[in-house]
């Protein structure tokens, strides 16, 4: 791992003319930073002031190579607290680090102490912080990063005699970072507490019996890390002192429910105090909206009074425009000029699909929580089932009267399931439409009662007669919303981090309709009116812009039906559902079969199982150096079925992001991180483009599996420098022999793409030609001197002609070795298998799915190279691997020849296997 640095960062510390403040500027001056020491230059209790103390300090930090200016200002006024941020931005232009040190004693009993000796300790302690960090906080907001710590003691955090104008202070500021991190956190600001225990000048009174052993030295060091940029931690207090280092929180017991949710006497109190103060169980509250969550969990709501109340009755009137606005929203239309998708989009040809009949009730039902006995946190409600039933063809322009009521309330335990059935009359009075919610109300459970049916929908265990997938469109939530459902969720970024998303997530009544769509367009020939019935069971969620694949069973009368996000295979299934049909017809499968075969014709297919023949022949049209090879995965290790030059090096360009998938999944598969992990994204591991991450918002909490998913798929180089910066650069150098790299000198030091586009930067007198020339020790102290710091990627002219400069290398061998090891370390019984299905969601090879279920993707291209590698399972359950490069120094890749040369060796490689 990297040492802890502080290079192009400034600091501004409190209290740092001695003591743990003078240590605080020592080390991170040591490792870097630019320093501001304040110091009022008093004595212990504040009285009196000087500019010896500060100066000495900054003297030390100059004599030692480093860069540092003094202030002698009182943090007890705003003007002191905006005059030492000034100093910070007057002499060094930003501030990064603030850590508030400074402090007094006034300690007296509590039946001694005057008010004036209360107000000038807080005023010091909790109103400076306050001071200083205001004024550094606007800064830091603005430029998306900062770090700040705060000093509490064990007299704030537990009680100590005699200081309690020390201890209020103290805990005050506890408080105050815990605010911070939570208004912080858009901004990549952390906030953290340090709780010192160590002989200072005010504290020497009580600690001098224990000599060195509570030295200030052991405190520094801790202090460094919580405002490093490598410091993930926020919302922290943490305790340290003589060498033991831990965090200290405040937990909140399960404790005991008065039942019924009655108010009890005060005896009943007494007798349960027990169940009070039982700690088993703790949990720790993150902010007062975790603390009212938890409460809402033990606030059963009330079957007696709920259990067959009625929603307000009401009418609803649509017309063409409204039913065309809800199919766009579910991603009809595409191709445009489709005459099938046209009768969904052109009111000239408009059918309606039945999974309309969800819209008409949803003002209805937004009066759940008026319901008697209905009360429940609504962050705390989880669609769990759907079920439309329909009575008759749904028209295109109608008004139909509205009524429902709570059907059935079921004890789930940990949960309550309420069924809300509502009713849709057209004006005859006839009716069109049932609709039955299912809503789980999590923490509403344990009342007494049923627990209700079983859940169904599983589909069968034999192979699916179709797979069909939907792509759905990044602003599809934004769309879809225009219908009634107005839920932030689906639109706010910041809403949905509330809820435990990275961003907002699609509607599941939006899935339910697509779902239904694939249905009726594969299976149904694009009849709408055949559909009788429609129950999903939501399982998952989609982000918009994720890929739905749907599994069909033909079962007698119905359609069983089981939908997964392509994005998380292997991790949850979207729905299972089945739909009910009115008559047993189904179109012919010839025309499935068609569409699902694979694109190339059969003038480009060939009966040869002469690989190599075949690979040569459409290599040798390419100009440059090419390369095939296929292998067949037996005992864990590639056997060469076809080979043309796979012993030989080539620029592979993103390809090595498979060694930083495979790091990742060893530190999943040994329980040292998990998928759902968090990384904020910063602004330093910003990727040159093109890179969908870099326009997130800095700050942002990305998910690991998301980063990988984002690496992988579309090639993110943001993604990746983050998890390159994440994992190691190191530890990602060892992978590569792990994975079975035969070369891994090839890419040592192995570089983040921010550095590869920097070694090639023409504006900068191309810094590769240099690097090139160095050892690899030499390589490592350029990139760490030289390139550090991050670049104007818009200024960048960068080399796509010589790749030799800066990149990648492998040779296609080696990279089977690396499918191989992904595969066989990320089976359905490693914690790390949903990394299968990341390679599988761009797979850029045109393939019939039945003949190869599983395909999974990483290449690399720039202008003068392509590589391409698969992995492969076939029918029978064969795993293979399959790879072709193209380098090409003297002129830019001919993506289309690529493309046929791919083509023909793969027909090839398809007849061979079958």
């Known amino acids: 791992m990297s040492d802890v640095r502080f290079d192009n960062r400034v600091a501004v510390i409190t209290g740092a003319g001695g003591g743990l403040g003078r240590a ?197 060091p801790l202090a460094a890390y919580l405002v490093s940029e490598e410091c993930s931690l926020s919302h922290e207090v943490i305790s340290v002192g003589g060498g033991r280092y831990a965090r200290v929180f405040v937990g909140e017991a399960p404790g005991w429910n008065a039942p019924g949710a009655k108010i009890p006497s005060p005896e009943s109190v007494r007798d349960n105090i027990d169940g009070v103060m039982n700690t088993e169980g703790f949990t720790i509250p993150r902010s007062a909206t975790d603390e009212i969550m938890a409460l809402e969990q033990f606030m059963p709501i009330d079957p007696s009074r709920a259990l067959g109340a009625e929603l307000p009755g009401e009418d609803f009137t649509w017309d063409e425009d409204q039913v065309i606005l809800y199919q766009l929203g579910l991603g009809c239309g595409v191709p445009a000029t489709d005459p099938r998708e046209l009768a969904y989009t052109y009111e000239g040809l408009l059918k309606v699909l039945p999974t309309w009949g969800v819209i008409p009730v949803h003002d209805m039902m937004a009066h759940v929580l008026e319901i008697p006995g209905m009360e429940f946190n609504p962050f705390m409600l989880l669609h769990g089932e759907q079920e439309l039933e329909i009575h008759k063809p749904i028209p295109t322009a109608a008004t139909v009267s509205n009524t429902g009521r709570v059907a059935e309330i079921y004890d789930k335990e940990k949960a309550a399931l309420v069924i809300f059935e509502t009713t849709s009359k057209d004006q005859s009075g006839e009716l069109l439409f049932t609709n039955r919610f299912s809503m789980y109300m999590r923490g509403e459970g344990g009342f007494g009662g049923p627990s209700g049916p079983k859940p169904g929908n599983e589909p069968p265990e034999r192979e699916a007669d179709l797979v069909v997938e939907t792509q759905t469109f990044p602003q599809q939530a934004l769309f879809y919303r225009l219908n009634g459902d107005k839920n932030p969720l689906h639109a706010d970024p910041e809403f949905a981090k509330v809820a435990g998303f990275d961003q907002p997530i699609l509607h599941g009544l939006c899935t339910y309709g697509i779902v239904c769509k694939q249905v009726i367009d594969n299976l149904l020939d694009g009849e709408t009116a055949r559909v009788a019935k ?254 550090s710091a991050q670049p104007d990627y818009d200024e960048l002219d960068f080399d796509t002609a010589n790749y030799d400069l800066a990149e990648w290398y492998a040779t296609p061998m080696d990279m089977a070795h690396t499918l191989v090891w992904l595969q066989q370390n990320t089976t359905e019984d490693d914690a790390a298998n949903a990394i299968r299905g990341v390679m599988a969601v761009e797979t850029k090879l045109p393939h019939n799915p039945e003949e190869w279920p599983y395909v999974g993707f990483k290449g690399g291209s720039e202008d003068q190279l392509i590589a391409g590698n698969w992995l492969l399972k076939n029918r029978n359950g064969k795993w293979y691997t399959f790879h072709v490069y193209w380098n090409d120094p003297d002129s830019k890749i001919d993506e289309h020849k690529m493309i046929e040369a791919l083509t023909t060796i793969f027909s090839a490689v398809t007849q061979s296997v079958k």
């Not at 040869?608 to 150096?625: F, T």
Request: one cysteine or more.
């Open 24 to 220: 605080y500027a020592l080390m991170l001056a040591e490792r870097g930073a630019k320093v501001v020491v304040n110091d009022l230059g008093g004595g212990v209790d504040g009285t009196g002031s000087g500019s010896n103390m500060a100066d000495q300090v900054v003297q030390e930090i100059k004599d030692a190579g480093g860069e540092a200016v003094a202030n002698y200002d009182s943090v007890a006024t705003v003007e002191g607290g905006n005059a030492m941020i000034q100093t910070a931005l007057d002499s060094f232009g930003q501030v990064d680090i603030v850590i508030n040190n400074a402090g007094i004693l006034r300690d007296k009993s509590f039946a001694k102490m005057t008010s004036e000796e209360v107000a000038a300790v807080i005023d010091v302690h909790l109103i400076g912080a306050f001071n200083v960090t205001r004024s550094a906080f606007e800064f830091m907001k603005n430029a998306a990063y900062g770090r700040l710590l705060f000093t509490t003691s064990a007299a704030g955090l537990f009680g100590n005699f005699g200081q309690a104008n020390y201890a209020a202070a103290k805990m005050g500021l506890v408080g105050l970072s815990n605010v911070l991190a939570i208004e912080g956190e858009k901004y990549n600001i952390k906030s953290n507490v340090i709780a010192p225990v160590a002989k200072t000048r005010l504290s020497e009174h009580v600690l001098s019996a224990f000599g060195d052993a509570l030295d200030i030295g052991f405190v520094a």
């Open 534 to 787: 429609y129950q999903v069971r939501f399982r998952g969620v989609v982000i918009p812009g994720d890929t739905i694949v749907t599994s069909m069973w033909k079962e007698d009368n119905r359609i069983v039906i089981s939908s997964h996000n392509k994005a998380r295979l292997n991790v949850c299934r979207c729905v299972t559902a089945y739909v009910c049909l009115r008559s047993e017809r189904l179109m012919s499968w010839s025309l499935m079969l068609l569409c699902a075969a694979l694109f190339t014709s059969p003038a480009q297919q060939t009966p040869s199982h002469d690989l190599n023949v075949v690979a040569e022949q459409a290599l040798s049209k390419l100009p440059g150096h090419t390369g095939f090879l296929f292998t067949e995965i037996v005992d864990g290790k590639p056997q060469t079925l076809g080979a043309v030059r796979s012993d030989e090096r080539f620029a592979v360009g993103s390809s090595f992001k498979l060694f930083i998938l495979g790091a990742l999944a060893e530190e999943v598969n040994d329980d040292r991180r998990a998928l759902d992990n968090i990384m904020r994204l910063e602004k330093q591991f910003v990727g040159p483009p093109h890179s969908e991450m870099a326009d997130w918002p800095m700050g942002s909490p990305v998910t690991l599996q998301t980063l990988a998913l984002k690496m992988i798929s579309i090639s993110d180089n943001t993604a990746t420098d983050h998890l390159l910066h994440l994992l190691g650069r190191t530890r990602v150098e060892e992978q590569m022999t792990v994975m079975g790299d035969q070369h891994p000198e090839w890419n040592i030091p192995l570089l983040f793409t921010r550095e590869m586009t920097m070694l090639r930067d023409k504006n900068k007198d191309t810094p590769g030609l240099e690097y090139q020339k160095l050892d690899v020790a030499g390589k490592r102290k350029f990139l760490a001197e030289k390139l």
